[in-house]
């Protein structure tokens, strides 16, 4: 089984940082890596898939990145509405999500 | 435009058998295009996928939750169904029903969701 580790599980930071969050998958996955958003009491919504390809209607200041094992995921100008648990998952060999990351303003 | 919609009981006894239909408007579960899942996501924890269905294929599941669960499609009623049987208060959950794009005939990203149903289980 292929194994997500995103870091880190939860950061702070303020309104316009640049927020970065990492993915490793435990062997290589090719670009098999999307990214969802996580709001309480709201389903996911994806961010982006193929590692970078961003979904329809989201905003440019969201944006992934990598190949193989490591992948990053970034907000450009974090916005007070983009407080949310964040995930990665894999589809290179069944379904895997990562544990999630925290996002909250400072 | 289309939509999913998750339906069942939301209280389920330990050692009985969880049943989910998730029905899909606006739209036919038996396209080429997509494959159709199930992702959970406990009380204080992460999501955790399920298993997910190509509406003429074999399912593949979570190894993890494998020897408990069946999904099955019924194309005839445009709907996807989860059976979760001897659940115990770990299976506790939100589940959510889900759209897979299809990429080379397997489950990609998820870019439909349900709202989502709580089941708990007592």
């Known amino acids: 089984d292929i194994q997500m580790t995103q870091s880190p599980s939860s950061l702070s930071a303020s309104v316009g940082d640049r927020v970065t969050i990492t993915c490793r998958a435990s062997?290589?996955?090719?670009?098999?890596l999307n990214w969802y958003q996580k709001k309480p009491g709201k389903a996911p919504n994806l961010i982006i898939y193929d590692t970078s390809i961003l979904q329809t209607g989201v905003p440019s200041r969201f944006s992934g990145s990598g190949y193989g094992t490591d992948f990053t995921f970034t907000i450009r100008g974090l916005e007070a509405e983009d407080i949310a648990t964040y995930y990665c998952?894999?589809?290179?060999?069944?379904?895997?999500f990562g544990g999630g990351t925290k996002v909250e303003i400072k | 435009q289309m939509l999913l919609q998750e339906s069942g009981p939301g209280l389920v006894r330990s050692s009985e058998t969880l049943s989910l239909t998730c029905s899909v408007t606006g739209g036919s579960i038996s396209t080429s295009k997509y494959f159709w899942g199930w992702v959970r996501q406990t009380p204080g924890k992460g999501l955790e996928w399920i298993g997910s269905i190509y509406h003429s294929g074999g399912p593949e599941y979570n190894p993890s939750l494998k020897s408990r669960v069946t999904i099955l499609v019924d194309a005839s009623k445009n709907h996807f169904s989860l059976t979760l049987t001897s659940v115990t208060a770990a299976d506790t959950a939100v589940y959510y029903c889900?759209?897979?794009?299809?990429?080379?005939?397997?489950?990609?990203?998820?870019?439909?969701w349900g709202l989502g149903t709580l089941v708990s289980v007592s």
């Open positions: 062997q290589d996955i090719g670009n098999y």
């Open positions: 889900a759209r897979h794009f299809s990429r080379q005939k397997r489950p990609s990203a998820l870019d439909l």
């Open positions: 998952q894999q589809d290179y060999d069944s379904v895997t």
